[in-house]
């Protein structure tokens, strides 16, 4: 008999679509100045010493890629118009495309800045699931100005898959019953959990093709990548039951801290703020995700408690988030009284893989980032600190985490 997790079980007529907004920093530049159209674009630091965060299509035909050094891609295509970038903007045409689907849909999951989720399903038989899908990517185009794509299908998966089939500004429904035959020719680098580790991996064993995995015994592919292997056989296979989550602009993570005495010291006060707010942002890069809302909490020792919060571009930088908490901290700390508790909350979380800003960050602070991260991950959160908020580290007990993640992304490891 064969062993229950590698069956292919039905996938109950779900109808799931994949939405992703094309070249979105791109599309969001040329939108504000059609001169940019049909020409290669580059988004990112503006210095050779900068990083390509988006290109357009044009850029792409010359090999050029997002995270490339701007001097490498500068080298491929010279004639490339270089674009700082502005994430205000595009984190105001997220939100009018996010508003637009609310409004449009019963249930859906937004999993970065530009790209959603929908579970449609059920209204097949009333509606047309492919109706609807088509009808809310023509609002979308018409009421934002931006191209975009979907594919549906029966799970979150191939429809992922065929929404990159698609592009550019285009839509594809794959039927129930057509999975395998629809994933079978096309790469293994489309399977969305395979990274540059796993396809070089897979393709020293001579694995380039979808179909080749579909052929494989899923024990081979467990005894290779672990049980990692047998979700990538099961994706594979287009078989996929994870559930599309309903999105709410106020999940958060949080953390505060409760003086044992009272304090007025301000200095030791900001320096607790900073070391939680930088072990925050390094929770949020850990898991994927970014902030658009930040939250500082002051309570006083007669137990008033006064918050101040600021909308910001999507970012799950330090070096964009510390100042802002310094600064909500300065407008609200206002009066000598002694402080019971101070806390930091980051809100209005997406996923997204724009893990510092791209567009203002040079190629040795990414590094620098990436490695201070790797520390963290290794060593522990509180292995690595800025000198400001050494204050919160030798507190012991009373560090902000504990050493501990927060509850939201306590089990996401990178």
């Known amino acids: 008999m064969q062993d229950p997790k590698f069956m292919l079980q039905d996938e109950n007529d779900k109808a799931i679509v994949h939405m992703d907004l094309d070249t979105f920093f791109v599309s969001v530049e040329r939108l504000m100045d059609s001169r940019l159209d049909g020409k290669p674009i580059l988004i990112g630091g503006v210095t050779d010493r900068g990083v390509v965060a988006s290109c357009s299509y044009e850029a792409r ?9 701007m001097r490498m891609a500068r080298q491929l295509c010279p004639e490339a118009i270089v674009i700082r970038g502005n994430s205000s903007n595009y984190t105001k045409f997220s939100h009018i495309v996010t508003e637009i689907i609310r409004e449009s849909v019963p249930l859906f999951e937004k999993t970065s800045i530009d790209e959603f989720y929908i579970d449609l399903s059920g209204m097949e038989k009333f509606f047309g699931c492919l109706g609807v899908a088509t009808d809310l990517r023509k609002r979308i185009i018409r009421e934002s100005g ?3 794509s979907f ?6 998966t191939v429809s992922k898959v065929a929404t990159g089939e698609a592009k550019p500004n285009n839509q594809i429904r794959i039927d129930k019953g057509t999975e395998k035959p629809f994933l079978a020719p096309l790469s293994v680098k489309k399977i969305p959990m395979v990274g540059d580790k796993t396809y070089h991996t897979l393709c020293n064993l001579g694995v380039k093709k979808i ?7 899923p024990e081979m592919m467990q005894s290779v990548f672990g049980k990692n292997g047998v979700e990538i056989w099961r994706k594979a296979n287009g078989v996929d039951h994870t559930p599309v989550i309903p999105f709410n602009d106020r999940k958060s993570i949080s953390t505060e801290r409760t003086f044992d005495r009272d304090t007025i010291d301000v200095q030791k006060l900001e320096g607790i703020m900073v070391a939680m707010a930088e072990n925050l942002a390094y929770q949020l890069r850990r898991g994927n995700k970014l902030s658009a809302c930040v939250t500082v909490k002051v309570r006083y020792s007669d137990f008033d408690t006064r918050t101040l919060q600021k909308q910001i571009p999507y970012t799950s930088a330090d070096h964009d988030l510390i100042p802002l908490v ?5 407008r609200l700390y206002n009066r000598r009284q002694l402080v019971r508790l101070i806390g930091v909350r980051f809100s209005n979380l997406v996923g997204g893989h724009y893990q510092i800003n791209l567009f203002d960050d040079s190629e040795e602070q990414i590094k620098l980032y990436q490695a201070m991260d790797h520390i963290r991950n290794r060593y522990g959160d509180r292995s690595v600190f800025r000198a400001v908020g050494m204050e919160a580290r030798t507190i012991g007990r009373s560090n902000p985490f504990n050493g501990e993640p927060p509850p939201l992304l306590a089990n996401r490891r990178s």
């Open 211 to 217: 179909g080749t995995i579909q052929e494989m015994p």
């Open 151 to 156: 594919g549906l299908s029966v799970n979150k």
């Open 326 to 330: 310094r600064e909500l901290f300065a």
């Open 146 to 148: 931006l191209p975009i």
């Open 61 to 69: 035909a010359f090999g050029i890629h997002s995270a490339m050094p």
